[in-house]
């Protein structure tokens, strides 16, 4: 395994205190020294990794987007049985709204009235509404799904997912992720591909036991 350096472990170790703080304080009450208890490092320390609580938020942000984008792989560039990938993909997105929901939630409870937080949050949005519109309109090339919008099909698509991890996932207790995982699933799957069975034997939608397994 390789050995973070003292600057990249420091750096870590405030964005880890920025998500402590976050499951369990909006956005607004964090303060540099409040984050800063949370660490070993002291309140000079953060400038030298970050600008502002903002830089911070933006950071923790781009890192999330990263985080699912690598999980959305499957389906955004696989091939082969598409429901499959698809269902790979959510699952991720799943497991990692689970792990870092209270990201989601500061950032779009404070983008209202943040103008900063507010271009961060569209631009969020905007770069998964890119990717799944353009999924989309490969998938409609194939003939596999019908003709529609694919763009304002990607954005109703993406704000139903982030809407659901917040409510879900957003603060403490969190919900099991079984159900939210089960919800998404059936609304993509129903909205972009035929969910009737497509060999006659396996449904494309699957059981409540199956969902729980696949997000634990």
């Known amino acids: 395994m390789l050995k973070l350096a003292k600057s990249e472990r420091t750096r870590a170790a405030i964005l880890d205190g920025a998500l402590e703080f976050l499951w369990e304080h909006p956005f607004r009450d964090m303060t540099v020294n409040r984050l800063m208890e949370r660490t070993s490092a002291s309140r000079p320390t953060f400038y030298q990794y970050f600008h502002d609580l903002h830089e911070l938020m933006e950071c923790l942000l781009d890192d999330l987007r990263d985080d699912i984008m690598a999980g959305a792989v499957p389906w955004f560039t696989g091939t082969g049985e598409v429901t499959g990938l698809l269902r790979q993909s959510l ?26 937080l ?6 969020f949005l905007s770069h998964f509404d890119e990717a799944v519109a353009a999924r989309i309109e490969e998938d409609q090339r194939q003939r596999l799904i019908s003709e529609l919008d694919a763009a304002a099909i990607a954005r109703a ?16 207790p969190r919900k099991k992720p079984g159900p939210t995982l089960g919800a998404i699933e ?9 969910w009737r069975r497509r060999d006659g034997k396996t449904p494309l939608i699957r059981r409540s036991d199956e969902l729980t397994a696949a997000s634990e």
């Open 91 to 116: 699952e991720a997105l799943v497991r990692t709204g689970y792990e870092k929901g209270p990201i989601l939630k500061a950032v779009a409870d404070a983008a209202p009235n943040d103008e900063r």
């Open 118 to 123: 507010e271009t961060a949050w569209f631009e």
């Open 157 to 172: 698509l993406n704000r139903l997912d982030a809407y659901s991890l917040i409510e879900a996932f957003g603060q403490h």
């Open 186 to 194: 059936r609304i993509w799957i129903s909205t972009l591909y035929d």
